[in-house]
């Protein structure tokens, strides 16, 4: 549904994507835009470059580097990320790391990268840490990358536990010359700053639910952090429009989309969508579309696959298996833990695949993360499963830099990573895999399909 004035822009759902656009969002991640591109991850973990022909190409990284957090274009061709640690680092397009930048905050995230090269940061609104803070930055700050200083914008909230100080001023920011946005993710709230740090606008739109003191409380005598996400997302269209995705009930089964005037924070329309993950895209027109996630992912440049990265771990019949093993043939490599609830529901179902698909040419490697090997052992044997493992003893975190377990990708014939499923999300992905192997084996040249998102995940494996 929208508003009826005139100029508003209009929605189309399930739509074809367009011959030029923006993608604003990829399964509810907000793109960060750079130049005549933008950067956006999946929900594999992998950071895309979009341009503005929707073309779409995978950033090739370093193997080093772990679990994205945020990403942005960088001038070069190559990207700006933001990792797991919090290190703010600007990779070529030959995958070297170029700069690594100290930042404001103690786990960033990107929200524009200027035609002057300056980038803007918020506190990310995922994965943000607990830590005490007696002094808090601002909620926004724009970097100079060639060192000029730090301008900050807002006031930072001081929560009744401080140790969610980070929660409490993180959210999603975007820029328009010297203009720049902030939306908090806990508070019904978007403001516009000028480029001397005042508010030139301030919008609350009567949402449903908000947090603006975050806290843990007590539940069953277990600490429960108790807060809303309110803003999801905050973007500037090719249209010269602000878009601002929140939660629309408190459900969280369903999203608001705002189009605002950015000169002075006029509602120029309201949309409330079926998916609290959507994938939109806006046209230099103006026109919204939203689309499913696999028409745009399915445009991934295949020759932009990463290598698997280079291993060499003991198998329980003594001998050695490395990623060269993996050349030649479709693969796919699992890493589990006995201990992972996910991982023993979705192993029996793997054996399954792999057993019916093993005379067409479709291998199989599990990578074992037990630090026990004994108990990996007696827990395949009790379920009668004998596929093949790698002992990786804690180490394949540090390999294939998963964000926790299970993680599974599939590998083609050149040794490269064709798809990612981080987690398990019942059979639908196995049948997604599935679907994957089969293109693979009956197609020798690269192509990438869409990745469904994961439901579940193991936490346990995360730091």
Known sequence: TGASR???????LDAELPARGRV?????????PGGKSVAVRDSAGRVLLVDDRLRVREAALPGDIASIVSAAPAGDGGVWVVDGTGRLLRVTAESRIAER?????RLPAIGDVGHDGRLTLVRASQGFPFAFDTSPAAPVAVMDTFGRGVH??????????????DLANAGHAARAGSRTFFAP????????FGAAGDTLWSLRRGLP???????????????????????????????????????ADTTLSRSRLDVLDPADGRSLGTFFLPTILPTIVVTPAGRIDLIPAARLLARVEGAERPAVPAFNWPQPDGGRVTEGALRGRVTIVNAWASWC???REEMPELVGLWTSLRDSGLALLTVNEDLNQEDARRWLDARRLAPPVALAAGEGRGVLHYPGLPYTILVDRSGRIARRWIGYAGPRQISDIAAAARHELGFR??????????????????P
């Open 6 to 12: 005139p100029g508003v822009p209009t929605l189309a």
């Open 24 to 32: 604003l969002w990829l399964d509810g991640r907000t793109s960060v």
């Open 101 to 105: 930048l100290g930042t404001p905050f």
């Open 152 to 165: 900050s914008y807002g006031i930072a909230r001081r929560p009744a536990h401080v140790l969610l100080t």
């Open 185 to 192: 993710l806990v508070r019904d709230e978007v403001v516009a």
């Open 209 to 247: 639910r908000e947090t603006p003191d975050p806290r843990f409380e007590l539940r069953d005598h277990r600490p429960v952090l108790n807060y809303f996400p309110v803003n999801l997302g905050l973007a500037l269209g090719p249209d010269g429009r602000l878009y601002v995705l929140s939660t």
């Open 341 to 343: 609830a996910p991982c």
């Open 445 to 462: 040249t690269a192509h990438t399909n869409a990745t469904l998102p994961s439901a579940r995940h193991d936490h346990a494996a995360q």
